[in-house]
């Protein structure tokens, strides 16, 4: 697990981060301090390493990138934290596409998909 705060190339990606799982990074994604935590075997784990290092829960929501997928089929938001009534999301899916659009930003910030 490690929180990435500076660009990283998607060849890193695959080679530090596709070790929990072969083909997919469970990541999750601070939408206020524009940083994202990668590679557990849960969402939970790396929700709860944002938060030791002080994030609000609130702010908190997990994706799944896939990097051998092309640049469209990269990101998919689905997490078992997103589950959050009180905020509005009732499923696993991020519903809201304003949040989505957020969540994609901070990912290509923070991924060069061409290298």
């Not at 190339?9 to 601070?30: E, H, M």
């Not at 524009?34 to 590679?39: H, N, R, T, V």
């Not at 997490?79 to 009534?85: E, K, V």
Request: cysteine-free.
């Amino acid at each position: 697990m490690e929180i990435v705060r500076k660009k990283i190339g998607r060849s890193r990606l695959i080679q530090d981060y596709t070790r929990t799982f072969a083909t997919v990074v469970k990541a999750v994604v601070d939408v206020r301090r524009g940083l994202m935590a990668l590679d557990a075997e849960l969402h939970a784990d790396l929700e709860a390493l944002l938060i030791d290092d002080g994030s609000e829960p609130e702010d908190l929501w997990g994706i799944n990138l896939y990097p051998f997928q092309k640049r469209d089929n990269f990101i998919e938001y689905v997490a078992l934290i997103n589950i959050r009534p009180s905020l509005g999301n009732y499923s696993m899916e991020i519903d809201d596409e304003t949040l989505r659009k957020r969540i994609a930003e901070i990912v290509w910030d923070l991924i060069d998909y061409e290298t």
